[in-house]
């Protein structure tokens, strides 16, 4: 495996207004917000610099159940944009500096989903271990078009 720091991995992400291109704000500033706003980042970036550490990583959008399913028979972890706490949420149209438009959610977050069972998924989201029923998950999943970063081997 490949042992990247949280530091080290959120410093060497790109700045960006728009999440689908770098970090957007300062991840030392207050949860909850949406661009311009400090706010966070997308499976795009993130995906690209896990690669330029080594790890064969994918941006995946509208993912299922199924191919989360899939993902963790085959022991591989499923990063996955949900909102904290894989609480229900919603979305929003931000327009970059750029003018493109970008979905956006309050509250946005990324936890580990490391196991499943036919009633839900065990998600490793920080130091802390929880199960989510698949309801609830999927429906936390959905506010950002089921956006995650898989391993490709």
């Known amino acids: 495996g490949v042992n990247i720091s949280e530091t080290d991995f959120l410093n060497a992400l790109p700045s960006s207004d728009d999440p689908n291109q770098g970090f957007v704000g300062n ?10 706003n400090s706010y966070g980042v997308h499976a795009d970036p993130v995906a690209k610099l896990l690669r330029a ?5 994918t941006a995946v959008y509208s993912m299922s159940a199924e191919a989360i399913r899939r993902e963790i028979d085959a ?12 609480r229900p949420g ?3 149209t ?8 970008v979905l956006v959610a309050p509250n946005e977050h990324t936890a ?9 998924v065990t998600i490793l989201d920080g ?3 929880y199960w989510r029923n ?11 078009n089921y956006m995650a970063v898989t391993y490709s081997s």
């Open 127 to 129: 130091g802390t271990i």
């Open 94 to 101: 931000y327009r970059t500096e750029a003018g493109d438009d």
């Open 134 to 144: 698949w309801e609830t998950f999927m429906a936390s999943f959905s506010v950002l």
């Open 27 to 36: 991840v030392n500033d207050y949860g909850g917000q949406i661009p311009p």
């Open 90 to 92: 919603y979305s929003a």
């Open 53 to 57: 550490y080594g790890v064969p990583a």
């Open 75 to 86: 022991g591989r972890p499923v990063i996955a944009w949900v909102i904290v706490g894989t």
């Open 112 to 120: 580990i989903v490391i196991g499943y069972d036919p009633t839900g």
